[in-house]
């Protein structure tokens, strides 16, 4: 084989990467951060809310964990419009993200609270407290610390998982591979080069969360 690399071929598209990079940072920082808050309410629905609430959230968290990311983006992007429903490819990637996380940090969190001593809940009946009470001061930041590496785990694999956002156009780094390829038929170096930039951001967003999570929770989350 004799085949001759060019990496200059792609580096001549260095704003599109840039671009492309920028979008998934942003479709991370969504779904992360609406995910998160979806995980939270969703947990608190099926810990401590009542059974009218619990349910709904029980069947949308079983909904979304038991079927494709893609096909709940292409629901959402190309099957909502049906129901007068439209949106663009940005607010359809970001929306599907979130809705994504949201039923998986769910389940995380409410693992994180079902680990929580009985005595505490006791302790804060003692107090007067109420249910909602309870559950804000004394359940759930000990709950997020337990399961902190696995929301991380969690938001890393959701960022991976947005390259398929690219099926319905949104600008992300995958669809600024394909553009590149298709431009200057240099695939091995485009996908080679998108590969080695999935990976420089996995790692950053794996450190950045841990380094959050110590300086929130303390060392016991990273």
């Not at 969190?109 to 004394?138: D, K, N, W, Y």
Request: include cysteine; charge should be positive; hydrophobic fraction near 55%.
């Amino acid at each position: 084989m004799a085949y001759q690399f060019d990496f200059g071929a792609v580096l001549a598209y260095t704003p599109v990467l840039i671009k492309g990079v920028a979008v998934t940072v942003e479709l991370t920082v969504f779904g992360a951060v609406f995910g998160l808050l979806m995980g939270v309410a969703g947990a608190w629905a099926r810990t401590h809310g009542p059974a009218l609430v619990g349910r709904p959230v029980t069947a949308y968290v079983e909904l979304v964990r038991n079927t494709p990311f893609l096909i709940q983006l292409f629901f959402i992007f190309f099957g909502l419009p049906s129901l007068g429903i439209h949106m663009g490819e940005m607010n359809a990637a970001c929306l599907a993200m979130a809705l994504n996380l949201g039923a998986y940090c769910t389940e995380i969190i409410r693992a994180g609270i079902a680990a929580t001593p009985r005595g505490q809940f006791e302790a804060a009946a003692s107090l007067a407290m109420s249910r909602v009470q309870t559950f804000m001061h004394i359940v759930i930041k000990p709950a997020l610390r337990r399961v902190w590496p696995a929301l991380v785990s969690q938001i890393v694999i959701v960022m991976l998982g947005s390259a398929v956002c690219s099926q319905i156009a949104a600008p992300d780094l995958s669809y600024a591979a394909n553009f590149i390829q298709s431009r200057n038929f240099r695939a091995f170096e485009s996908y080679l080069v998108a590969t080695g930039l999935y990976l420089a951001l996995s790692l950053l967003t794996r450190q950045i969360l841990l380094l959050l999570g110590h300086w929130y929770f303390g060392r016991r989350s990273a």
